[in-house]
């Protein structure tokens, strides 16, 4: 019910900056948290930054300084700003969103439910 579409991905040299986007769409009625997770080859996904939809932001050590997590004026959109990138930073990287979506009741009215969706992941690749 819930679609993510994420962008800004790519391949830049160590020390350089991308910016991925993320935007969610479908029957939304509230998120309450959006992030990036990333997964390099043969190693599990891992959080890179979350940020609640009151804004406040939390981040892995391993990006602390470098990464900015941010919610866009829509607030169904979440960017990651990364500056000094390095090899290690290589992976997929999965946009993630949880919130609640509004179903039908068997009166005719709507009700909330909760959702958790992936977007289809954007390839970052870091060379040395």
């Known amino acids: 019910q819930v679609q993510l579409v994420e962008s800004g991905g790519g391949l830049v040299q160590a020390g350089g900056s991308l910016r991925l986007s993320c935007a969610a769409s479908g029957n939304i009625y509230r998120i309450n948290v959006m992030g990036w997770y990333r997964q390099a080859p043969g190693e599990q996904r891992e959080v890179v930054a979350v940020?609640?939809?009151?804004?406040?932001?939390t981040y892995a050590e391993s990006v602390k300084g470098r990464f900015t997590i941010s919610i866009g004026n829509a607030k169904n959109t979440v960017y990651l700003q990364m500056n000094y990138l390095k090899p290690e930073d290589t992976g997929v990287y999965y946009c993630?969103?949880?919130?609640?979506?509004?179903?039908?009741?068997?009166?005719?009215?709507?009700?909330?439910?909760?959702?958790?969706?992936w977007g289809q992941g954007t390839q970052v690749t870091v060379s040395s």
């Open positions: 940020i609640t939809s009151g804004g406040s932001p």
């Open positions: 993630n969103a949880e919130g609640e979506v509004l179903t039908s009741d068997d009166y005719g009215g709507l009700l909330p439910a909760n959702f958790g969706s």
